[in-house]
């Protein structure tokens, strides 16, 4: 097999030579760039040779060897032949004008010694004063047992874009540029994981039905959970007998788990334990629970009820999200208004979606008159949508104060079927963890 000898000599230079071939010199403007240039290099010569190529990439006395097929595809590998190394030619010694020391003499001159001086030591004891004790040994603060520290995330090579494809192909550890898309995501990501608010709650509102709430929800309760671990997110369906929140968790509850049965536990003793409250949880893929309405609604209509319900989850759980109904006079409705730290409004681009949230905002101001400024609209795209409503739209909630953000079309809402978050297209993902940050940062501003 042909083998590429690539020496890089600078940041922004290398030299390849190839058997019987002259030495290509390749130049880029910056390091990420002059991987891409030896990538491509590399596939054309294997596309001349119509076989795969070694490459040997030199640098700084290290080596990394690569293989790369016709089709540009690169795989970290071992050469198939021995190892190139380019020895120095022998220089011949210069004749010197100086006389050579004579043999077994000392050197030359003053000579200066390589070590730093040590420090003085202690005086020598004298009657008058006896000898200090010896010092113990310097305690270190960490174990040299101990495990090393974990990378943090803005130091992780890239796996997206450009550095993320010459990560992939020549096994670089390239990090992503702090403007980056996928830098933005990490920040994202990590500010996911930030303090809430004791009972936090996160409300999903709109009046009207077929909005995409019930997806919404238990897409964001899935993505939260990803990042804060399992066990950490309750989605709590509050809508009205017949909503399809049961029929779009991805692991459907038994009979046992519902907002009854946990109501049950509540009458029967004051202190409801953490093992009885997980019974009556669905554990779902990503970690996140899921407690259902039931069959029998009208046990948690009241406020009060409902209002235990989010004191008991609150005591094992750190973030409620509440997939609401569609009456604004249900107390369920209310309490979710009231008790929300951050409410999300979703809207697809129709009439009368529109002009439904619009009326959402103002029933909602006249439960809580300060809920707008911890509110956000989501404008979801999907099939159907008008998309001139979209400017009256913008400039209608932004009236109000309230901001809007965007979502992409996802067919696993629009499709009525389970919900899972690795179903979910890479775009939605990514605007779900975006939205889920938001959420968190509305709730610590709630908190503080």
């Excluded at 008058?128 to 040994?137: E, H, L, M, W, Y």
């Excluded at 999300?344 to 008159?369: E, F, G, Q, S, Y």
């Excluded at 409503?389 to 079309?409: K, Q, S, W």
């Amino acid at each position: 097999m042909t083998t590429l000898e690539v020496e890089i000599t600078s940041a922004t230079t290398a030299r390849v030579t190839a058997p019987d071939t002259k030495v290509v010199q390749l130049t880029a403007a910056d390091r990420t760039a002059l991987w891409t240039a030896i990538h491509q290099h590399s596939t054309h010569h294997a596309l001349e040779m119509a076989a795969p190529v070694d490459v040997a990439v030199r640098e700084a006395g290290k080596h990394k060897f690569v293989t790369v097929t016709p089709d540009g595809t690169a795989t970290a590998s071992t050469p198939s032949g021995p190892i190139p190394t380019r020895d120095a030619p022998p220089t011949q010694p210069s004749p010197s004008t100086e006389p050579a020391a004579p043999q077994g003499s000392g050197p030359v001159g003053p000579v200066m010694p390589a070590a730093e001086p040590l420090p003085p030591g202690p005086a020598p004891p004298t009657p008058d004063r006896p000898a200090a004790p010896p010092r113990a040994a310097p305690r270190r603060g960490v174990s040299t047992l101990a495990a090393p520290s974990s990378v943090e995330a803005g130091r992780e090579p890239a796996r997206l874009g450009l550095r993320g494809c010459v990560n992939a192909l020549l096994g670089a550890r390239l990090t992503p540029k702090p403007s980056s898309r996928e830098a933005r995501l990490r920040r994202t990501a990590a500010a996911l994981t930030g303090p809430l608010p004791d009972r936090a709650t996160v409300a999903v509102v709109n009046v009207k039905g077929g909005v995409g709430k019930t997806p919404l929800a238990l897409a964001l309760a899935a993505t939260v959970a990803t990042h804060r671990g399992a066990g950490s997110v309750v989605a709590l369906d509050l809508g009205e007998a017949g909503s399809s929140f049961t029929d779009r968790v991805a692991i459907p509850p038994t009979d046992e788990q519902n907002t009854r049965s946990l109501l049950t536990q509540l009458d029967a003793a004051d202190d409801v334990g953490s093992a009885a409250v997980a019974r009556c949880l669905a554990r779902q893929p990503s970690g996140e629970d899921a407690l259902v309405a039931g069959a029998a609604t009208g046990c948690a209509a009241s406020f009060a009820d409902v209002d235990r319900l989010a004191a008991l989850l609150g005591r094992y759980r750190e973030l409620l999200v509440v997939d609401t109904g569609n009456s604004h006079l249900a107390d369920r409705w209310r309490w979710a208004i009231e008790a929300a730290h951050a409410v999300l409004v979703p809207v697809p681009l129709r009439h009368d979606a529109a002009a439904a949230a619009h009326r959402t905002l103002h029933t909602m101001t006249t439960v809580r008159p300060d809920v707008l400024a911890r509110t956000v609209v989501i404008i979801t795209d999907g099939p159907g949508d008008a998309p001139v409503v979209e400017t009256d739209v913008v400039d209608a909630f932004t009236h109000l104060g309230v901001p809007v953000c965007r979502m992409p079309f996802e067919p696993q809402f629009a499709s009525g079927e389970r919900i899972t978050l690795g179903a979910l297209r890479r775009p939605t993902r990514d605007a779900l963890t975006v939205l889920a940050a938001t959420a968190v940062e509305l709730m610590i501003r709630a908190r503080t």
